[in-house]
C-alpha cells in the first residue's frame, strides 16, 4: 500500500469538511434526509378541508412510514402551511399538550422516539443574525433508542406517562424518559402456563386508546391467539380474525375486526379504523359498527372537536389479501375530515405520490404550527439560521 499523495488527501478532507453540513441531517441523525422527493410532499385538497383546519384552530401532525415523513398542516393568516421533517419510518404520534412535547416513534433497527418541542424564540447572537421564526415551529429535542425487537408501533399517554406498543412483544410498555422501557400490559392470548411468551410477534398487537390507566385502556390486534401463521406471512388469516382487547380483562372486547388500527378513546367510546375494509367505526356493547367508508386502508385517527381525521393509505401489492374489502387499485393515501355525529366526509387532502400513513394527531396551533422545513422548497438561509439559534424555553437550559 502506496502513501496517498497530498492531493488525494486533499480531496478527501474536503469531501469530509462538506459532510454533515444540512440541519435536517443533524435533527434526523440521518444522512439522507436532506434529500426530499418534494412531489411527496404535495397536496390536493377537496371540499372545506384547509377551511376546517383553520376554524378549528389546528396543527395536524401526519406520520408517512414508508416515505420516511413526518408532516405538519395548519393554516396561519389564512393561508395553508404544510411542513415536515425527515425520519426514519416515522410511526406512532402522541401529543402532550401539558409539556408541550410530541413523541414520535421511529420504527428501524434500533427503534427511536423522538421528543420535539415548540421553537419559542431565538438566541441573540452578533456573528450570525436569527431572526424570530414565523409561528412556532417543532425540533427536536432528544431521541432515546430501543431494541429493534420491541417493534415499536402506537404511542399513546396514559396517565401522564408515554406508553407504546410492543408489537414484537405482543405487549404494551411504559417508555420513561431517561430511556428506559418496562412491560406494563400484555393479553392473556400469549401466555403458556401462566407465562407469557415476548418471544415473537404473534398478534400484531398495534394500538391504543387510552384511558386514565392500562387498566381502562383498550387495544386491537389483528388476531386473538398465537399460532404458527404470524403476522408478515402470506398465509396469515386475517379476514374478521382482529380483535378489541380491554385493558383491565385482557380478553377481547369485540372481534370480528380486520386488521384494526388507531383505537382511540373518545367520550367514553372507542373508535378505530378497521383497515382491511377502509372504515371508520365504533365498538358498542361489544359489537362494531361501521361509521364512515373511505378510500384506502383506514390508518391513523384523531378525534377532536366534532371531527374524526382519519387517513387512509394504499395498500402494499406483496399485502392485497389483507385488505378483502377494498378496492386496492383505487386505494388513495389522504387525510380525510370525518363528522363524527354524521359520518359525513367534510373535507380531505390527498397526496398523489404518497403510500402510506400511520398516525394522525392534533394539536392547538398556538402550542406549534408545524415542522421546522417549509414543503416547496429547499432548505434555506432562514432554516439554517434557526437551527443555528433556536431557543425552546428557558427551563430547558
Given at each position: 500500500m502506496t502513501d496517498p499523495t497530498g492531493s488525494e488527501l486533499d480531496d478527501l478532507w474536503a469531501r469530509h469538511s462538506a459532510d454533515w453540513r444540512e440541519p435536517a441531517q443533524i435533527a434526523s441523525q440521518w444522512e439522507e434526509a436532506a434529500a426530499t422527493d418534494t412531489r411527496l410532499l404535495r397536496g390536493r385538497a377537496r371540499g372545506g378541508f384547509w377551511d376546517l383546519v383553520e376554524r378549528k384552530r389546528v396543527t395536524l401532525l401526519v406520520t408517512r412510514e414508508y416515505e420516511h415523513l413526518l408532516m405538519g398542516l395548519t393554516?396561519?393568516?389564512?393561508?395553508?402551511?404544510?411542513s415536515y421533517m425527515r425520519m426514519p419510518h416515522p410511526s406512532g404520534v402522541a401529543v402532550d399538550e401539558k409539556r408541550g412535547v410530541v413523541h414520535v416513534a421511529s420504527t428501524r433497527n434500533p427503534n427511536q422516539v423522538y421528543d420535539l418541542v415548540p421553537v419559542t424564540g431565538t438566541l441573540s447572537r452578533r456573528d450570525v443574525p436569527v431572526a424570530p421564526p414565523a409561528g412556532r415551529p417543532l425540533v427536536p429535542l432528544r431521541s432515546r433508542f430501543h431494541p429493534g425487537s420491541l417493534y415499536i408501533h402506537d404511542l399513546a399517554m396514559v396517565g401522564g406517562e408515554l406508553h407504546a406498543n410492543a408489537v414484537g412483544e405482543n405487549a404494551v410498555v411504559r417508555l420513561p424518559g431517561e430511556g428506559s422501557w418496562?412491560?406494563?400490559w400484555w393479553p392473556r392470548a400469549i401466555e403458556r402456563r401462566g407465562r407469557p411468551d415476548f418471544t415473537r410477534n404473534y398478534l400484531q398487537l398495534n394500538s391504543i386508546a387510552a384511558g386514565p390507566d392500562v387498566s381502562t385502556s383498550y387495544f386491537t390486534a389483528s388476531a386473538d391467539r398465537m399460532s404458527a401463521r404470524r403476522p408478515g406471512h402470506r398465509?396469515?388469516?386475517v379476514d374478521r380474525r382482529g380483535v378489541l382487547f380491554d385493558g383491565a380483562t385482557r380478553e377481547p372486547a369485540a372481534?370480528?375486526?380486520?386488521?384494526?388500527h388507531s383505537a382511540r378513546l373518545h367520550q367514553g367510546t372507542v373508535?378505530?379504523?378497521?383497515?382491511?375494509?377502509?372504515e371508520l367505526g365504533i365498538v358498542h356493547d361489544g359489537a362494531y359498527e361501521a361509521v364512515a367508508r373511505l378510500p384506502g386502508w383506514t390508518r391513523g385517527l384523531c378525534l377532536r372537536d366534532g371531527v374524526a381525521w382519519v387517513a387512509t393509505s394504499r395498500v402494499i401489492p406483496a399485502f392485497r389479501q389483507y385488505a378483502p374489502g377494498l378496492d386496492v387499485d383505487r386505494s388513495r393515501c389522504a387525510i380525510h375530515a370525518v363528522g363524527i355525529g354524521s359520518g359525513e366526509v367534510l373535507g380531505s387532502l390527498t397526496w398523489p405520490y404518497g403510500n402510506q400513513v400511520f398516525a394522525v394527531e392534533a394539536m392547538d396551533r398556538r402550542v406549534a404550527t408545524g415542522l421546522a422545513f417549509p414543503a416547496g422548497r429547499r432548505p434555506s438561509r432562514q432554516v439554517r439560521r434557526l437551527f443555528y439559534g433556536f431557543d425552546t424555553a428557558a427551563g430547558e437550559r
Open positions: 393554516v396561519t393568516g389564512g393561508r395553508p402551511q404544510v418496562e412491560r406494563v398465509n396469515f388469516m372481534g370480528g375486526l380486520t386488521r384494526p373508535w378505530l379504523d378497521n383497515s382491511g375494509y377502509g
